[in-house]
């Protein structure tokens, strides 16, 4: 691999980038803007050095595929379920490509719904489109989406490069995304507004040993606009006003994953994420799961989640102050959950190098624990479960 | 004097760096055969994974670094 | 306030030299080959083979020898075998031998696969990766093409549609 470097040492050009950049970061003014720029100039220096040192491998393509899924998730009065659909075509050895369909009819009575509205149906679509493009040792992906429901529109382009290094045992990636949202009100025609979205991405897969194999991500996150929900109401000494949420939002994420041979045909996996962002939230993500063959025709998994995380700085349950945002968004509140996870694949029919069709079910129970939410029908901090559930088959052929 | 630390620490990391590279890859590619296993994907089925993550993105205030693949078969 | 140095100034020359001669010994020390030189004798091995008996590389002396690595788990490993059933009959009467070596941990359940894509050609079992790490091999699938008189000519990593025409034009070559 370092054979091959004849070009400009690589990781020393990206040594030298770290040190010219320490000269003028003195000379910057717009912090902000310079931090996320600079992280972004580092990684890329990295990548540019990684990229130079790699040898004439390959990665694989992803073979070609159909999914067609039913999925329904019932959980603190919001009911949404619908279809999902989901093809990958190779062209030419070279470009595999991917459309997908994806539909949620959400009945909403939770409970922020039932208490400051009335109950309410609706249906939201989303279109996908990607394009993967391998070359060598590198993977270049394009994805783009469309979602639509009657008061929000939300499109999204992304685009992740991944590289092979270090004879196939690291993978490096980058990727970047963009969003643009518009959202109105039902029955307010006059509310009009928008969101912009930025996330960046960095991962790093690197196997361990014959067994195990483990994987780092990290990721930025940015968002400007209206980020908050036009009928959703806020609660200042006793009465209901509208929430005010800031037009900013910069958030960082990283994740840690694990997965082990165990050996006797079963595998065990544990990944942990923590979130922070400049709404003070702070969130610790933790899943454990276990996944195993059972004879020739089944593959079952379980999983355990936790998660937890700390309120927003201009959250509050019934605030009394009055602030210059304030919000009683359940989501941006104290609270846990705890999931568990099953998941069961039955092989319907194998031709081995030819198809393969699978049926798969998913289920997931989950319980939700608010701290500093309360149910204002009992006066009680909020409690509640959530039922997930999906049923799918999948082809690869 | 800081002009000077960043010299030597970027001329320190090129040095263990180059000692990193006379390190070889452990895990050769006809040793992968657990790792070529699906059950050692990070992400299996991308349709189920999105409805998890999305499900997920509503209901929790924390986003993002879902992850990206890697391991696997390393074939061609 | 520091001014800026110019861009060849010493202290900025003296880092570039240091980091031009600490990669330089690295970069001399692996520019050898690994076991696959071109030209070099190939590495004589003996394997068992699915039907029982052993076979030694040194025995197919006088006859070109493609010798495939390959496992059940290698998606392009796979898609490549009826190619290589193809070449094998079209050049086996022509004085060409054709070697699968199989690296699966699971012997049988290599012989099971193998028998159930009908390959034709010998399929050697390694399982204990003894000859893939004398080969040195970079990547699943490696094809190595050896001459008549034991040395090795070409060797192809991975497989794409298409190299079985690169394949037999080798061969052909070989062979005459």
């Given amino acids: 691999?370092?054979?091959?470097?004849?070009?400009?040492?690589?990781?020393?050009?990206?040594?030298?980038?770290?040190?010219?950049?320490?000269?003028?970061?003195?000379?910057?003014n717009a912090r902000t803007k310079a931090n996320r720029w600079n992280w972004i100039r580092h990684a890329a220096a990295l990548l540019g050095g990684v990229l130079a040192a790699s040898g004439a491998r390959a990665v694989d393509l992803p073979e070609d595929s159909a999914e067609a899924l039913f999925h329904s998730y019932n959980g603190g009065g919001v009911n949404a379920s619908g279809?999902?659909?989901?093809?990958?075509?190779?062209?030419?050895?070279?470009?595999?490509?991917?459309?997908?369909?994806?539909?949620?009819?959400?009945?909403?009575?939770?409970?922020?719904?039932?208490?400051?509205?009335?109950?309410?149906?609706?249906?939201?679509?989303?279109?996908?489109?990607?394009?993967?493009?391998?070359?060598?040792?590198?993977?270049?992906?394009?994805?783009?989406?469309?979602?639509?429901e009657g008061d929000y529109t939300a499109n999204r382009v992304g685009l992740d490069v991944t590289q092979e290094t270090f004879g196939g045992m690291t993978s490096v990636s980058l990727g970047f995304t963009r969003g643009n949202d518009t959202i109105g009100k039902h029955g307010a025609p006059e509310f009009a507004d928008v969101a912009a979205?930025?996330?960046?991405?960095?991962?790093?897969?690197?196997?361990?040993?014959?067994?195990?194999v483990m994987s780092a991500n990290a990721e930025v996150l940015a968002d400007d606009g209206?980020?908050?929900?036009?009928?959703?109401?806020?609660?200042?000494?006793?009465?209901?006003?509208?929430?005010?949420?800031?037009?900013?939002?910069?958030?960082?994420?990283?994740?840690?994953?694990?997965?082990?041979?165990l050996g006797s045909r079963d595998a065990i996996h544990a990944d942990y994420r923590y979130f922070w962002d400049n709404w003070d939230i702070k969130a610790h993500t933790a899943e454990l799961g276990y996944s195993r063959y059972f004879g020739e025709k089944w593959l079952a998994d379980t999983s355990l989640r936790f998660y937890r995380q700390d309120h927003a700085l201009f959250y509050s349950d019934n605030a009394t102050a009055e602030t210059t945002y304030i919000s009683r968004n359940r989501q941006l509140s104290t609270f846990s959950s705890v999931g568990l996870g099953a998941k069961l694949a039955y092989n319907l029919r194998t031709v081995p190098g030819k198809y393969a069709l699978k049926l798969n079910g998913a289920y997931e129970y989950t319980n939700f624990k608010f701290s500093d939410f309360t149910d204002i029908r009992t006066g009680e901090a909020y409690a509640t479960q959530a039922n997930l559930f999906q049923v799918y088959l999948t082809a690869t052929f | 004097m800081s002009r000077r630390l960043f010299l030597t620490t970027a001329l320190l990391l090129c040095a263990v760096l180059q000692t990193a590279c006379a390190i070889q890859p452990w895990v050769k590619p006809y040793e992968r055969e657990h790792l070529a296993d699906p059950i050692m994907k990070f992400s299996r089925d991308s349709l189920s994974e999105k409805h998890f993550e999305h499900v997920r993105d509503v209901r929790e205030g924390a986003r993002g670094a879902t992850g990206v693949q890697g391991g696997g078969c390393g074939c061609n | 306030m520091t001014q800026a140095l110019p861009i060849f100034s010493k202290p900025r020359r003296q880092f570039v030299a240091r980091c031009a001669a600490s990669l330089a010994l690295p970069l001399v020390a692996n520019a050898a080959f690994g076991a696959l030189a071109p030209s070099a004798a190939a590495p004589d091995f003996t394997l068992r083979s699915m039907g029982g008996p052993n076979l030694r590389l040194q025995e197919q002396r006088g006859q070109v020898v493609l010798v495939n690595f390959w496992a059940t788990w290698c998606g392009p490993c796979r898609q490549e075998m009826p190619q290589l059933n193809k070449l094998y009959d079209k050049y086996r009467a022509a004085g060409f031998m054709l070697l699968g070596v199989n690296v699966d941990d699971n012997s049988q359940h290599a012989s099971d696969v193998a028998q159930k894509m009908g390959l034709r050609f010998p399929v050697l079992l390694d399982s204990d990766k003894a000859v893939s790490r004398l080969y040195d091999l970079s990547t699943m699938p490696t094809t190595v093409l050896i001459d008549r008189e034991g040395r090795v000519r070409h060797v192809h990593n991975g497989y794409l549609a298409g190299y079985e025409d690169l394949y037999d034009k080798e061969i052909r070559g070989l062979l005459k």
Avoid at chain 1, 1 to 28: D, E, I, L, Q, S
Avoid at chain 1, 117 to 137: F, H, W
Avoid at chain 1, 198 to 211: A, D, M, N, S
């Fill in chain 1, 83 to 148: 279809p999902a659909l989901l093809v990958r075509k190779q062209l030419m050895d070279k470009v595999s490509l991917s459309a997908s369909y994806y539909m949620d009819a959400v009945s909403n009575a939770s409970i922020d719904v039932v208490t400051t509205a009335s109950p309410y149906t609706e249906n939201r679509s989303e279109y996908a489109l990607g394009a993967d493009y391998v070359y060598r040792d590198s993977k270049i992906s394009l994805t783009t989406s469309t979602s639509r």
């Fill in chain 1, 226 to 261: 209206f980020l908050g929900s036009p009928y959703r109401v806020a609660r200042v000494f006793g009465a209901a006003v509208a929430e005010r949420t800031p037009r900013t939002r910069s958030a960082r994420a990283v994740k840690f994953r694990v997965i082990g041979d």
């Fill in chain 1, 1 to 28: 691999m370092c054979a091959k470097a004849r070009a400009a040492p690589p990781v020393c050009k990206g040594a030298a980038v770290v040190v010219t950049n320490a000269r003028t970061t003195a000379r910057m």
């Fill in chain 1, 197 to 212: 979205h930025w996330q960046y991405r960095l991962g790093v897969t690197q196997i361990l040993t014959p067994k195990w």
